[in-house]
């Protein structure tokens, strides 16, 4: 395997960066949705922490992606149009998400007056001051965000599968190898 | 002639012994409009900072005579504000401050030391729920007129010394023990 891309197939840094964030993001989700139902207590407060926290790995991880993408070629997608234009949809609507949401989680926790700590290394400024209205509406933006995020996946992967196991091409075995 | 003198000297005494007790220690009142008492705990690792914003106290306090002062600082602990609602709400609560059973917080101190130019350090006590600890203050004298003194300081406690945070709350890892306290007392002489 190379690590960088080439024109039929993702290079090693794509294929981890790929894999790393998918089970990041899925974790993040599953947590996210599991936390805020919880009442408060010291286990609500410890998985928001770790949720604010794997959230900023993710923005970390999205950004270090995309300068990637922009520095080497993507493999090409031999498809009809239309697919192809549904599968570069939901690519870069997975940018979309990747930003917005640890971009939005931020503004909720700034508004929250609670900053949040990067795995104890540095803590990271608020983006907006304390407002209580401010962080209801991120709040609500961030939920919906979520389940946007939820609907791609959902897409992508049945995309992924119906092409390894009925088209039997090579789109799903050139993100594993 | 000699008459006359002691006659002198008792209506001078007379006339000064009030002056003269009023000017022991002079009494001061808080200005509650430039005064705050906030405190910064540490959550997740991250610092988080809420205000008290009603306290009241009596000040007898003489920078140039230190012996004679004394203070006492009353916090409405039910005043507890935090930008995050939630938050003051469960400080509220009888795991954190038990603010229905324990309304108020004291600091009381008769022990103040000059420890530079503008910079004193008061040890006195402090209750807080139903416990009473020893605790330390330092402050800067920043502004000090005849009529006017503004001060700012604070220290450090554990909460968990207090009470404050019972049950799970006693873990000090994602609520860490150290909490900061801040103020500034603006107060004028009565």
């Given at each position: 395997?190379?690590?960088?891309?080439?024109?039929?197939?993702y290079?090693?840094?794509?294929i981890?960066?790929?894999?790393?964030m998918?089970?990041?993001?899925?974790?993040?989700?599953a947590?996210g949705l599991y936390?805020v139902?919880?009442?408060?207590?010291?286990?609500?407060?410890?998985?928001?922490?770790?949720?604010k926290?794997?959230?900023?790995?993710?923005?970390?991880l999205?950004i270090?992606?995309?300068?990637?993408?922009?520095?080497?070629?993507t493999p090409?997608l031999?498809l009809p149009?239309l697919?192809?234009?549904?599968?570069r949809?939901?690519?870069?609507?997975?940018?979309?998400?990747?930003?917005?949401m640890?971009?939005t989680?931020?503004?909720?926790t700034?508004?929250?007056?609670?900053?949040?700590?990067?795995?104890g290394?540095?803590?990271?400024p608020?983006?907006?001051?304390?407002d209580d209205?401010?962080?209801?509406?991120?709040?609500?933006?961030?939920?919906?965000?979520?389940?946007?995020?939820?609907?791609?996946?959902?897409l992508?992967t049945?995309?992924?599968?119906?092409?390894h196991?009925i088209?039997?091409?090579?789109i799903?075995?050139r993100?594993?190898? | 002639m000699?008459?006359?003198?002691?006659k002198?000297?008792?209506?001078?005494?007379l006339?000064?012994?009030?002056?003269?007790?009023?000017?022991?220690?002079?009494?001061?009142?808080?200005?509650?409009?430039?005064?705050?008492?906030t405190?910064?705990?540490?959550?997740?690792?991250?610092?988080?900072?809420?205000q008290?914003?009603?306290?009241?106290?009596?000040?007898?306090?003489?920078?140039?005579?230190?012996s004679?002062?004394n203070i006492?600082?009353?916090v409405?602990?039910?005043?507890i504000?935090?930008?995050?609602?939630q938050?003051?709400d469960?400080?509220k609560?009888p795991?954190?401050f038990?603010?229905?059973?324990?309304?108020?917080?004291?600091?009381k101190?008769?022990?103040?030391?000059?420890?530079?130019?503008k910079?004193y350090?008061?040890r006195?006590?402090?209750?807080?729920?139903?416990?009473?600890?020893?605790v330390t203050?330092?402050?800067t004298q920043?502004?000090?007129?005849?009529?006017?003194?503004?001060?700012?300081?604070?220290t450090?406690?554990?909460?968990?010394?207090?009470?404050?945070?019972?049950?799970e709350w006693?873990?000090?890892?994602?609520?860490k023990d150290?909490?900061?306290?801040n103020?500034?007392v603006?107060?004028?002489?009565?």
């Amino acid at each position: 395997m190379r690590i960088k891309n080439s024109e039929n197939h993702y290079g090693l840094i794509a294929i981890t960066l790929h894999w790393m964030m998918a089970i990041l993001l899925i974790a993040l989700l599953a947590l996210g949705l599991y936390m805020v139902g919880l009442p408060i207590g010291l286990e609500k407060l410890k998985f928001y922490g770790w949720h604010k926290e794997y959230g900023i790995l993710a923005l970390i991880l999205v950004i270090i992606r995309i300068v990637w993408r922009f520095a080497n070629i993507t493999p090409q997608l031999s498809l009809p149009l239309l697919e192809k234009l549904a599968a570069r949809t939901v690519h870069w609507a997975f940018y979309g998400f990747m930003f917005a949401m640890p971009i939005t989680g931020w503004l909720i926790t700034s508004a929250a007056g609670l900053p949040v700590s990067f795995f104890g290394l540095f803590v990271l400024p608020n983006l907006i001051g304390p407002d209580d209205h401010l962080m209801k509406l991120f709040e609500e933006i961030h939920k919906w965000l979520g389940y946007g995020l939820i609907a791609c996946i959902v897409l992508h992967t049945a995309a992924a599968l119906k092409h390894h196991f009925i088209n039997k091409d090579n789109i799903l075995r050139r993100m594993l190898s | 002639m000699i008459k006359t003198y002691w006659k002198k000297c008792i209506f001078t005494l007379l006339v000064l012994l009030p002056v003269m007790c009023i000017a022991a220690v002079p009494a001061w009142e808080i200005v509650p409009n430039e005064s705050s008492l906030t405190f910064t705990a540490t959550q997740n690792d991250a610092p988080v900072t809420g205000q008290f914003k009603t306290f009241t106290g009596e000040i007898n306090f003489d920078p140039n005579q230190l012996s004679g002062n004394n203070i006492k600082i009353i916090v409405d602990v039910s005043s507890i504000t935090d930008p995050y609602n939630q938050l003051s709400d469960t400080l509220k609560a009888p795991e954190w401050f038990n603010v229905k059973l324990f309304p108020q917080a004291v600091f009381k101190s008769n022990d103040f030391v000059k420890t530079g130019d503008k910079t004193y350090q008061s040890r006195g006590t402090l209750t807080i729920r139903d416990k009473t600890l020893p605790v330390t203050l330092t402050f800067t004298q920043e502004e000090y007129t005849q009529t006017k003194a503004r001060i700012k300081g604070n220290t450090t406690i554990k909460r968990t010394a207090f009470g404050v945070g019972q049950g799970e709350w006693a873990d000090t890892k994602a609520a860490k023990d150290d909490v900061q306290i801040n103020f500034t007392v603006s107060a004028v002489k009565k």
